[in-house]
Structure formats: structure tokens, C-alpha cells
């Protein structure tokens, strides 16, 4: 077995491929609660721009729209992998959590890394997530950047 997952021993199992689909329903469920408020400050201010024939308007309240929640979803997943918790919420409901090889908790530098290349690679045909099912471990392409596994409780 490869030093680097020594630490996983016969009572720890990699978290599953639907288990942590179904936490990022549960984290979008959560997030989209800011994010309604956000798009409804700045889809009022797109709407005026728009009204008022300001296009340029428009597309600066939607692309500061997008960067904003861009920002805080980076933040989120960031800042929770990197706390005691070692979970996003929808992770911690499902009983999973993010480690480093060493089965250690990660923190905010690499989790804030591991949540760039996620929000980079995913959407290009999902293939962060392919890759997962084709590892034992169950990492996906971001998990594997950043030498960090996603575990059971």
C-alpha cells in the first residue's frame, strides 16, 4: 500500500461517489439561501440598468453577481473543510470528511486550492468527477491536486 494512504486502515472507508453528490445537493439547498437574497439586491439593480437603457449597467450587476457568489461558495467549502468539523454542513449530514494523506484535518490553504480546481474543473464535462470512478480511493481530479481524500465518519 502507497505511504500515502497507510493511514487508512480496515475501520476507515472512502466516502461513496452518491454520498457526496447527495452533500452537494444539501450544500446547494443551504447556499441557495444567500444567494437568493444576493440575486434579489442585484437583479433589482440589473433590472433598473436595463429599464434605464445602461447595458453596461446590466452586465456589471450580473458579473458582480456571479463573483460574489462565486467568492462565497469558495469560501464556504474552504472554510468548512478547514475547521474542526472538516466537513461542509451537506458532508457533515452525510457523515464524511475531508483529510490530508496523513488522515489530518487540511487547512485553509490547501482546502482553499482543493475548492479552486474543483470550481475550475467541474464544469468542464464533470471530469473531476469521472476520474473518481475510476480510483479506489474514490478521489476526484480536485482531491487528487490536493492530496486529500474524502472519508467516512
Known amino acids: 500500500m502507497p505511504s500515502s494512504t ?20 444539501l450544500d446547494s439547498i443551504i447556499l441557495s439561501i444567500p444567494f437568493g437574497v444576493l440575486f434579489s439586491v442585484f437583479a433589482g439593480n440589473s433590472t433598473k440598468a436595463l429599464e434605464n437603457g445602461d447595458f453596461a449597467g446590466y452586465i456589471g450587476a450580473v458579473s458582480l453577481y456571479f463573483l460574489v457568489s462565486t467568492a ?20 457533515r449530514i452525510l ?15 490547501k482546502s482553499l486550492i482543493r475548492c479552486l480546481v474543483q470550481c475550475i474543473l467541474s464544469p468542464i464535462l ?5 476520474v473518481a470512478f475510476f480510483n479506489p480511493q474514490k478521489q476526484t481530479l480536485h482531491d487528487k491536486l490536493a492530496k486529500t481524500y474524502v472519508i467516512k465518519r
Open 95 to 109: 457523515k464524511l470528511k475531508v483529510v490530508d494523506v496523513s488522515g489530518n484535518r487540511i487547512g485553509f490553504g
Open 126 to 130: 464533470m471530469i473531476g468527477y469521472i
Open 6 to 25: 497507510r493511514y487508512m486502515g480496515p475501520h476507515m472507508e472512502y466516502g461513496g461517489i452518491l454520498q457526496r453528490f447527495l452533500a452537494n445537493i
Open 72 to 91: 462565497l461558495t469558495i469560501l464556504y467549502f474552504a472554510g468548512t473543510y478547514s475547521s474542526k468539523m472538516q466537513a461542509s454542513i451537506g458532508k
